[in-house]
C-alpha cells in the first residue's frame, strides 16, 4: 500500500475543497451578518491541513492502484466532513452544537442525505444556510469526479479514483480522456442547477432561497433554507419545478449527456432502466394517492394529489424535501415510502438507494429462475436494453444485495441497542443508508435528539449508502491491506 501517495492526494483535494469557504464569505458580505470570520478561520485551517498532507510527499510521482484509490476515496470523504464540521463549530450562531452533532450534519451534507440535526433554520446567518446547501451541490455529483477533472492538471491521474467512486454496473467513459468526461458530466450538473434555480425565482423564491433549493434539488440532498422545507412556501409552481428537477437528477447523468449529443429524447425511451424508474414513479404516485383519498387525509382531491404527487416524488428519488409532514400521514403511507426509497433512483445519478438498475436486473432474475422451473430446458438470458448480462454482472448485483442487506441488519442491531425504538432505528438506517434523509418515530422532524453514539453510526450509515456498500466493507477484508 502506498500511503505516501494516498496522503499526497488527499492533501491536495483537501486544498480544493478549503475553496468552498469562499462563497459563504461574499454571501455573509452581502447581508452583512458578520458571520465571516467563522469561514475566514475555516479557510486557513482547511488549507494548512492540506498542505501538512501533502507536503512531505510533494515530489512523489507514483501512479497508485485500485487499492489506494479505494483507499483515497474513502478517507477523502471522512477527512472532508471532518474539515466540513468547522464554520458549524466556530461560528455563534448555532448553540450548543457537539463535535458529533457537526461531523453528523457535514456528512449529511456531503452525502446528500439531507438529515439534520439543526432546527430553527428560519433565524440562522444566511451564510450558514447557504454553506449547508453548498456542501450538498459538491457531495451530489461527487465531489472526486470534480478532483478527476482537476488532478491531471496536477500531476495525479484519477482513473482508479473514477472506478472506486462509480461502483454502479455502467462505467463507460463518455469520452475518451477521463477528465472530460468529468468535465462533461459537470456541464450537465451545472446547467440543471441554473435552470433549476431560474425556475425557482420566476415562481416566486427570492433569489437566496432560489439558487440554495436548487443546489439541494439537482443534488438530490434535501436540505432546505427553513424548517418548513418546500412547505414553508406553499407554492404550486414550485413544487411542481421542483418535481421536474427532482426527476432529472434521478435520472443517469450518461445518459442526459447520450441523449444532449444526439439531440434525441429517443434515447431516454430506449433506456431499460429510465422506463423502470419513471414506472415505479407512477405506480407509487397512484398507490399513495389512492391511500390518501381513502383516508380522507385532506378536504379536496386537488390537495390530495399535489401532495401525494410531491412526497412520492421526493421520498422515491430520495432526495427528501417536504411539503407536509408525510410522517402523521395514515401509518401504512409513510412505511411505503420509505420502501420506496430502497428503489431509489438511477445509477449514474445525484439519488441514493439500490439503484433502479439492479432492482430491474433482480426481479428478471427471478422472472428467469420461475420460466427455468416450468421450462427446465429453456435457455433463458437476463437482458437489459436488449443485450444479455454475462454471469459477471449478474454476480455482482447478488453481491451488493447480500452485502446491503448484512449492513442493513448490523447498523439497525446497533441503533437498537443505543437505545432506538424499533420504529425510529428501522427508518433512521433506511434514510441514512438511503441517502434520503426524513425518518419516521422519533427523527420524523430532524436528528437533534438522538444520542451522540447513535449519530456516529448514522455517520457511518451514510458513508456506507454514498460509497454503495463494496468500497466500504472491502476496507475491512485483510486481503486488501497485503503487499
Not at 466556530?90 to 458529533?100: E, G, P, R, V
Not at 426527476?247 to 429517443?266: E, K, Q
Not at 432526495?319 to 410522517?327: A, D, L
Request: hydrophobic share 50%; glycine share 8%; charged share 10%.
Amino acid at each position: 500500500m502506498q500511503l505516501s501517495i494516498v496522503s499526497k492526494t488527499i492533501g491536495l483535494l483537501l486544498m480544493i475543497f478549503s475553496m468552498a469557504q469562499v462563497p459563504p464569505i461574499i454571501v455573509d458580505f452581502i447581508y452583512s451578518e458578520g458571520e465571516y470570520l467563522s469561514f475566514v478561520f475555516s479557510f486557513a485551517l482547511t488549507i494548512f491541513g492540506g498542505f501538512i498532507l501533502w507536503f512531505p510527499f510533494r515530489a512523489i510521482k507514483k501512479d497508485f492502484r485500485l487499492r489506494e484509490g479505494v483507499l483515497i476515496v474513502v478517507c477523502f470523504w471522512i477527512v472532508l466532513s471532518l474539515f466540513g464540521t468547522l464554520p458549524l463549530l466556530i461560528t455563534d450562531s448555532i448553540n450548543n452544537l457537539s463535535f458529533s452533532s457537526a461531523f453528523f450534519e457535514s456528512m449529511s451534507g456531503l452525502t446528500t442525505t439531507g438529515a439534520t440535526v439543526l432546527s430553527q433554520l428560519d433565524d440562522l446567518p444566511k451564510s450558514i444556510l447557504f454553506y449547508r446547501q453548498q456542501l450538498q451541490w459538491l457531495g451530489g455529483m461527487g465531489i472526486i469526479v470534480l478532483a478527476v477533472a482537476v488532478l491531471p492538471l496536477l500531476g495525479v491521474g484519477g482513473m482508479e479514483l473514477y472506478h472506486a467512486e462509480s461502483s454502479g454496473i455502467a462505467k463507460d467513459r463518455l469520452t475518451p480522456k477521463l477528465r472530460n468526461t468529468a468535465i462533461a458530466l459537470w456541464k450537465i450538473y451545472v446547467s440543471l442547477t441554473l435552470l433549476c434555480a431560474i425556475g425557482y425565482f420566476l415562481s416566486g423564491m427570492s433569489i437566496f432561497d432560489a439558487i440554495s433549493h436548487s443546489f439541494s434539488t439537482v443534488a438530490i440532498g434535501g436540505f432546505s433554507t427553513h424548517d418548513g422545507s418546500i412547505g414553508y412556501f406553499n407554492s404550486v409552481s414550485i413544487e411542481i419545478i421542483a418535481m421536474f428537477f427532482m426527476f432529472l437528477a434521478g435520472i443517469n447523468f450518461s445518459l442526459h449527456f447520450v441523449a444532449w449529443n444526439n439531440r434525441s429524447l429517443m434515447d431516454y425511451i430506449k433506456d431499460s432502466e429510465f422506463k423502470a424508474y419513471a414506472m415505479v414513479l407512477i405506480c407509487s404516485s397512484i398507490i399513495v394517492l389512492i391511500a390518501l383519498s381513502l383516508n380522507s387525509e385532506y378536504g379536496s382531491n386537488s390537495e390530495t394529489i399535489r401532495h401525494s404527487l410531491f412526497q412520492t416524488v421526493s421520498i422515491a428519488t430520495t432526495t427528501g424535501f417536504s411539503s407536509q409532514n408525510f410522517s402523521s400521514w395514515p401509518a401504512a403511507i409513510p412505511v411505503f415510502l420509505i420502501m420506496v426509497s430502497f428503489i431509489g433512483a438511477c445509477v449514474g445519478s445525484t439519488g441514493g438507494g439500490i439503484k433502479v438498475v439492479r432492482i430491474l436486473i433482480m426481479f428478471r432474475l427471478g422472472m428467469k429462475e420461475i420460466n427455468k422451473f416450468i421450462r427446465p430446458n429453456a435457455q433463458i438470458s437476463v437482458k437489459l436494453n436488449r443485450a444479455s448480462l454475462n454471469e459477471k454482472s449478474l454476480i455482482s448485483v447478488l453481491g451488493f444485495f447480500s452485502l446491503y442487506a448484512i449492513s442493513f441488519v448490523l447498523i439497525l442491531m446497533l441503533l437498537m441497542f443505543t437505545g432506538l425504538d424499533q420504529v425510529t432505528a428501522y427508518s433512521a438506517t433506511a434514510a441514512t443508508m438511503n441517502n434520503l434523509g426524513p425518518g419516521l418515530g422519533s427523527v420524523a422532524e430532524n436528528y437533534g435528539a438522538l444520542n451522540d453514539t447513535a449519530k456516529w453510526i448514522l455517520s457511518f450509515s451514510m458513508l456506507v449508502g454514498r460509497l454503495e456498500v463494496l468500497t466500504i466493507i472491502a476496507l475491512f477484508h485483510k486481503a486488501f491491506w497485503r503487499n
